[in-house]
């Protein structure tokens, strides 16, 4: 009896499709590699700066390599080992940070803080159309960020950080959650311990274009809602100020003053507590104005628990 034979085009075409479809994928993934390679490279000596960046991963993701990354950022340069980043081919504008390497800020003295993170989470959604913010969120989360130099030694705790774009009002809608930042000024002259702060870096296009480029004209933040905790300040002993609103700005020397409205809860020497609606927290070149501060309280709306 003989043998039927399979029919040899019933497998040259479907065998000829997949290779098609593999053929296609692959042109797909190199040009968007490329693509991305060189939207890195155009950032080069401007945005930031680094000396090699591969785009491996093929087939299945994205993987972006820098090494020797550097930015200034507020008067310090920051300088990163290494970085990598992926994403999946069929969702380009989701990134992970996998693996951060050799963090460090240095000052204008070469004063150099090394910067440990534990247990970090780090996503960023890009947005790749021009009239849009080009960031759609970054979220990062870190349970301990590790500030180490030859003076001292500084951690913060259970940090969440999260930067939304805002099209609409043309700004980075921003929610802060941690403990540790009262070590850090504008905060240290009160030793206030920021709970969770959210508000608004307003004009995202001239964030876009750069930090230093948003400083300069005329950068603001806006300060819409606050919790923080109040450890020692003068005669005040602890206490919680709520509901902060109010406006930031920075000069060409990355000081920051402004104005922020809150309603205080203290406790006075000890044991007596009280309310201090719409008390003015002024800020003068990244420090608490203590006097003006206390000179802005209108005894008559002050009372007591």
Do not use: C
Not at 37 to 64: C, L, N, T, W, Y
Not at 100 to 120: C, H, Y
């Amino acid at each position: 009896m003989k043998q039927k034979l399979h029919n040899p085009i019933g497998l040259i075409i479907p065998w000829s499709i997949a290779f098609l479809v593999f053929f296609i994928y692959a042109f797909y993934w190199k040009n968007t590699a490329q693509k991305i390679e060189a939207a890195i490279m155009a950032q080069k000596g401007k945005a930031f700066d680094f000396s090699h960046v591969d785009v491996e991963g093929f087939p299945i993701r994205f993987s972006v390599k820098l090494k020797n990354f550097s930015k200034p950022i507020l008067g310090q340069n920051l300088h990163i080992d290494e970085i990598n980043t992926t994403t999946r081919p069929l969702s380009p504008n989701l990134w992970t940070i996998d693996k951060v390497i050799g963090i460090s800020l240095s000052d204008a003295n070469n004063q150099k803080t090394d910067i440990i993170p534990t247990n970090s989470l780090a996503t960023i959604n890009l947005n790749y159309q021009p009239n849009l913010p080009r960031f759609q969120r970054i979220s990062i989360e870190i349970a301990n960020l590790d500030f180490k130099s030859t003076q001292n030694s500084k951690t913060l705790n259970n940090l969440k950080i999260h930067f939304l774009g805002d099209a609409k009002n043309n700004a980075y809608g921003f929610s802060f959650e941690g403990n540790g930042l009262g070590q850090f000024e504008p905060f240290t002259s009160a030793y206030l311990e920021p709970q969770i702060l959210r508000g608004l870096v307003l004009d995202a296009k001239a964030f876009d274009n750069g930090y230093e480029n948003w400083r300069n004209n005329n950068g603001q933040i806006a300060i819409k809602y606050g919790v923080v905790k109040l450890n020692k300040w003068g005669i005040f002993n602890s206490g919680d100020f709520t509901n902060l609103n109010g406006n930031l700005a920075i000069d060409g020397q990355n000081n920051v003053s402004g104005v922020i409205d809150n309603n205080a809860h203290i406790e006075v020497f000890s044991g007596n507590k009280i309310a201090i609606p719409n008390f003015k927290i002024h800020v003068l070149n990244s420090k608490i104005d203590i006097q003006k501060s206390l000179s802005s309280i209108d005894l008559g709306k002050i009372s007591a628990n």
